[in-house]
Protein backbone atom coordinates (compact mmCIF):
# COMPACT_ATOMS: atom_id res chain seq x y z
CA UNK A 1 0.00 0.00 0.00
CA UNK A 2 1.18 3.13 -1.05
CA UNK A 3 0.35 6.21 1.34
CA UNK A 4 0.28 9.75 0.01
CA UNK A 5 0.39 13.25 2.49
CA UNK A 6 -2.24 15.08 1.96
CA UNK A 7 -1.97 18.89 3.21
CA UNK A 8 -4.71 21.44 3.72
CA UNK A 9 -4.75 24.64 1.52
CA UNK A 10 -3.09 27.25 2.99
CA UNK A 11 -5.28 30.11 4.17
CA UNK A 12 -4.74 33.13 2.13
CA UNK A 13 -4.68 36.24 4.35
CA UNK A 14 -6.53 39.14 2.35
CA UNK A 15 -4.35 41.83 0.73
CA UNK A 16 -5.00 44.92 2.19
CA UNK A 17 -3.49 47.45 0.04
CA UNK A 18 -1.70 50.11 1.17
CA UNK A 19 -1.99 52.51 -1.45
CA UNK A 20 -5.61 51.97 -1.18
CA UNK A 21 -5.74 52.39 2.79
CA UNK A 22 -3.57 55.56 2.25
CA UNK A 23 -6.38 57.06 0.01
CA UNK A 24 -9.29 56.37 1.96
CA UNK A 25 -7.43 58.47 5.17
CA UNK A 26 -6.19 61.47 2.61
CA UNK A 27 -9.57 61.50 1.52
CA UNK A 28 -11.16 61.72 4.70
CA UNK A 29 -9.13 64.08 6.17
CA UNK A 30 -9.47 66.47 3.16
CA UNK A 31 -13.13 66.18 4.03
CA UNK A 32 -12.70 66.31 7.62
CA UNK A 33 -10.60 70.13 6.27
CA UNK A 34 -13.38 71.31 3.95
CA UNK A 35 -15.78 70.52 6.33
CA UNK A 36 -14.70 72.95 8.99
CA UNK A 37 -13.60 75.60 6.80
CA UNK A 38 -17.07 75.93 5.81
CA UNK A 39 -18.19 75.81 9.63
CA UNK A 40 -15.40 78.47 10.26
CA UNK A 41 -16.24 80.67 6.98
CA UNK A 42 -19.88 80.56 7.58
CA UNK A 43 -19.75 81.58 11.33
CA UNK A 44 -17.28 84.48 10.65
CA UNK A 45 -20.11 85.35 7.94
CA UNK A 46 -22.73 85.01 10.35
CA UNK A 47 -21.46 87.31 12.74
CA UNK A 48 -19.64 89.93 10.36
CA UNK A 49 -22.45 89.72 7.35
CA UNK A 50 -25.21 88.71 8.48
CA UNK A 51 -25.55 91.12 11.58
CA UNK A 52 -25.16 94.58 9.62
CA UNK A 53 -27.76 92.85 6.64
CA UNK A 54 -30.79 92.27 8.91
CA UNK A 55 -29.75 94.18 11.38
CA UNK A 56 -28.49 97.70 9.83
CA UNK A 57 -29.43 100.23 12.65
CA UNK A 58 -27.83 98.04 15.78
CA UNK A 59 -24.90 99.88 16.90
CA UNK A 60 -23.81 97.37 19.61
CA UNK A 61 -21.54 94.31 19.08
CA UNK A 62 -23.92 92.65 21.30
CA UNK A 63 -26.72 92.66 18.59
CA UNK A 64 -24.12 91.02 16.35
CA UNK A 65 -23.33 88.04 19.31
CA UNK A 66 -26.86 87.57 18.96
CA UNK A 67 -27.62 87.66 14.95
CA UNK A 68 -24.54 84.74 15.21
Not at 3 to 12: E, I, L
Not at 24 to 47: D, K, R
Not at 51 to 67: H, K, R
Request: charge should be negative; charged fraction near 15%; glycine fraction near 4%.
Amino acid sequence: MSSTQHTPPQRQEPDVEQSGLKKVVVASMAGTVVEWYEFFLYAAAATLVFATVFFPSADSELDAIIAG
